[in-house]
Structures are given as structure tokens and as C-alpha cells.
Nanobody
Framework: QVQLVESGGGVVQAGDSLRLSCAAS????????MAWFRQAPGSERESVAA????????YFADFVKGRFTISRDNDKKTIVLQMNSAKPEATAIYYC??????????????????WGQGIQVTVSS
């Protein structure tokens, strides 16, 4: 069974950069679509970015376009969310997610079946 573990969260100042990593474990890992979601206090979970199974296609929420990038290394079973020019409204718990069936990048949470525990990101103003 595949498990996802996020790392790299913490506290940064507005305008700073932060790099989140998600490592997958398990022999049954199949390189399908993966994504990052976030949930701020009192808000619903929302998509941030997604990447297709080989990394050729990506999806970004409008509020992060031009500032965040997403990449993956299937040999290392990892994806990385590079957050640049962080804003205080980015403060949330960030979750890594993986699809069991979909190869295309998607911002819909319905496309993802495996979720990490989440990691806190705090951007101070």
C-alpha cells in the first residue's frame, strides 16, 4: 500500500520561498497523477497544483499561477511544490495526494485516492 509523507513546511515571511516535498513509499507505487491541496482554518480544502504521471502536464490554481511550480521524480517517488513570493493567505495545511487511476493533472479532489497527513505552512506578514 502506498503512503505519502509531506515535508518542508514551516514558518516563513511574506515574500519568501518555501519548498514542500512529498515522498511516496510502498512497492505498489505507480506513477500516476499527483497533486497538492491545502486547507486553511475555517475553509474547505482547495487545490493548489497537480502534475501528470510523467510530469509533462501541470495544473495550477489561479491564485498561485506564476509563483508556484510543481515537479516530480518518479525514480525517487517524490513530488515537489516550490512556493515563491509567499503570501499570508497561503497559510494552511498542505496535503499531498495521488491518484490510483488518473494520469492527467487535475485540480479536482475526486481524482485522488491516496492522501498524506498534511503539513503546516505559515506565512507571516
Amino acid at each position: 500500500q502506498v503512503q505519502l509523507v509531506e515535508s518542508g513546511g514551516g514558518v516563513v515571511q511574506a515574500g519568501d520561498s518555501l519548498r514542500l516535498s512529498c515522498a511516496a513509499s510502498g512497492r505498489s507505487f505507480t506513477p500516476l497523477a499527483m497533486a497538492w491541496f491545502r486547507q486553511a482554518p475555517g475553509s474547505e480544502r482547495e487545490s493548489v497544483a497537480a502534475i501528470s504521471f510523467m510530469g509533462a502536464n501541470t495544473y495550477f490554481a489561479d491564485f498561485v499561477k506564476g509563483r508556484f511550480t510543481i515537479s516530480r521524480d518518479n525514480d525517487k517517488k517524490t513530488i515537489v511544490l516550490q512556493m515563491n513570493s509567499a503570501k499570508p493567505e497561503a497559510t494552511a495545511i498542505y496535503y499531498c495526494a495521488k491518484s490510483k487511476t488518473t494520469i492527467n493533472a487535475s485540480g479536482s479532489s475526486q481524482g485522488y485516492d491516496i492522501w498524506g497527513q498534511g503539513i503546516q505552512v505559515t506565512v507571516s506578514s
